[in-house]
């Protein structure tokens, strides 16, 4: 079946026997002047996985908030179980039969994994007991191994996802909806996550998942419906065999310049490409950057960072592998700038950079994309071109004063070359869509003068197919101007199509590298969860 551009216009193809379990009917969502939906209309059957695809700001967070009483709709009419539905709030959608796993996560971390589950639940004598025996029988059920008193925060982030689903199924819900789940999970959790999924529609509960993983929806999805500014734009009851179909309704063009092993990522199938095909034929063998040793160790002396030893030549990307919490932050802090190191030295172009300021790593030539842009990378408050440049807007001072005509033309050749669209430079940085100001902090990085080394952390966590697109051609362009690129990510598939060679980082220590290929992927992934062969 070809994508219809407006499904409900599909005549007898939109009938569903029997009746949805969830109908949705021209919703309307307003937030101040951003109409964030507009006339959309779905339908999820019982059994179902329906998955929602988008660019960011595309309005599939805001569609499933509306479903679960997040928000109230502007316009609309929602039906559930053949009857109107319009939930007060979060509790009232639980009591109806729906329940949702928000991206972050909204459990106690002091508290062991039954307690978490009993919040708001239990009244009178807690029942710990006869709680934990319902955990146990969903983890056989699904496949979700828990220890039922474990305290939350000594459990490993794909524990503590469990908890959270195990926290909805514990409920009985006749609809799941699970939005962006798969972010920070191990490949082997992903996969436990989706065979979840299946098991829960196979019980007859309909699931709604918002991902921007194509792989995914190819995988496990029965029908897509892909959103764009906040209306539907397609849908496909055939996802698995129109995945490019989907991307171009979704961005409205075919994706470029990640080439065939741009694979897992959106979905098409890895390269077969010998492994010599990846070696990089644009390698100068001057050192971008040289790390000894570095070791980081907390208040209470546990080693976050132990003895961490690197080279990264010119020309090259590097990446780095591991579920979030094995030491990434603190490489990334150290070599910024922004933490000093316990022990050991890091050099950049030959000079050593150990225990300088975030000022003097910069003016060395390196440009920093740190993982949370918005707590370091940028101030929302300023305008775009302001942040654009914000480490060096002694540029544009004239007697002492900001020169905002000059500032405001520099910005806008700057936003051309990156793709940051905004309707003009003074706009503020904070009401950019995240794919834009990731774009925009990485085009002020880039540009930074005499780069030698780009330090990239996380830059395309929670971004679309789109922007993950544009952000990696960039990074590329880079490394073949002879920039040195150190790319920390969990998103394993995106390291396998970009990077040249991977380094797994668990519990801080270096458990092993190999060179970026698609059939190292079981070997990366077993690394990441601890296992070497």
């Known amino acids: 079946m070809q994508l219809a551009e407006h499904p409900l216009e599909a005549g007898a193809a939109a009938v569903m026997e029997p009746p949805p379990l969830l109908s949705l009917r021209g919703m309307g969502k307003r937030f101040g002047s951003l109409q964030a939906l507009d006339g959309v209309s779905v339908e999820i059957a019982s059994g179902e996985i329906h998955c929602l695809l988008g660019e960011n700001g595309a309005g599939k967070s805001t569609l499933c908030n509306l479903v679960f009483g997040v928000y109230q709709p502007d316009a609309g009419v929602m039906q559930f179980g053949g009857r109107e539905y319009r939930p007060s709030g979060p509790a009232d959608a639980l009591t109806q039969g729906i329940a949702m796993v928000h991206q972050h996560f909204s459990l106690v971390p002091d508290l062991s994994v039954v307690d978490n589950l009993l919040l708001g639940q239990a009244r009178g004598i807690l029942k710990r007991g006869e709680c934990a025996q319902r955990v146990r029988t969903l983890s056989e059920n699904y496949g979700l191994a828990l220890d039922p008193f474990a305290r939350i925060r000594d459990l490993s982030v794909g524990e503590r996802q469990r908890v959270e689903i195990v926290k909805c199924l514990m409920r009985e819900p006749r609809l799941l909806v699970l939005d962006e789940p798969t972010a920070v999970l191990l490949p082997i959790e992903i996969e436990g996550l989706l065979q979840v999924c299946q098991r829960v529609a196979a019980q007859g509960c309909g699931v709604v998942l918002v991902t921007h993983k194509l792989a995914e929806i190819k995988k496990i999805a ?227 003068e005499g ?35 150190l790319l920390i990510s969990s998103e394993l598939d995106e390291l396998i199509s970009v990077a040249d060679r991977i380094v797994v980082l668990y519990r801080g220590r270096i458990m092993g590298h190999c060179v970026a290929h698609a059939s190292e992927r079981e070997r990366i992934g077993a690394m990441m969860a601890g296992h070497v062969e």
């Open 222 to 448: 029965h029908r897509v419906t892909v959103l764009r500014g906040g209306r539907v734009v397609a849908t496909s009851n055939d996802p698995a065999n129109e995945i490019d179909l989907l991307v171009r309704a979704m961005i409205q063009r075919d994706l470029e310049g990640l080439d065939a092993s741009a694979s897992a990522m959106f979905g098409a199938p890895a390269t077969d490409a010998p492994e010599q095909d990846r070696e990089i034929g644009h390698r100068i063998e001057d050192e971008a950057l040289q790390v000894n040793g570095l070791t980081v160790r907390d208040a209470e002396g546990v080693a976050r960072l132990d003895n961490f030893t690197l080279i990264v030549n010119r020309g090259e990307i590097v990446g780095i592998a591991g579920v979030e919490g094995n030491g990434q932050s603190e490489l990334a802090a150290v070599l910024a700038g922004m933490l000093p190191a316990t022990d050991g030295r890091f050099f950049v172009a030959g000079k050593n950079m150990t225990g300088k300021s975030p000022q003097e790593v910069t003016a060395a030539g390196v440009g920093v994309v740190p993982e949370d842009r918005h707590a370091v990378a940028c101030i929302t408050g300023m305008s775009l071109a302001e942040n654009l440049f914000l480490n060096r807007l002694d540029r544009f001072k004239r007697w002492g004063l900001l020169d905002r005509k000059a500032l405001r033309e520099s910005a806008r050749a700057l936003m051309q070359e990156f793709d940051v669209r905004a309707a003009g430079p003074d706009l503020s940085f904070g009401s950019l869509s995240g794919g834009n100001q990731q774009k925009a902090v990485l085009g002020r990085e880039l540009t930074t």
């Open 451 to 485: 780069l030698v080394l780009l330090l990239a952390a996380q830059p395309t966590r929670g971004l679309d197919v789109g922007a993950v697109e544009a952000v990696y051609g960039q990074i590329r362009k880079a490394c073949e101007r002879g920039v040195g690129v």
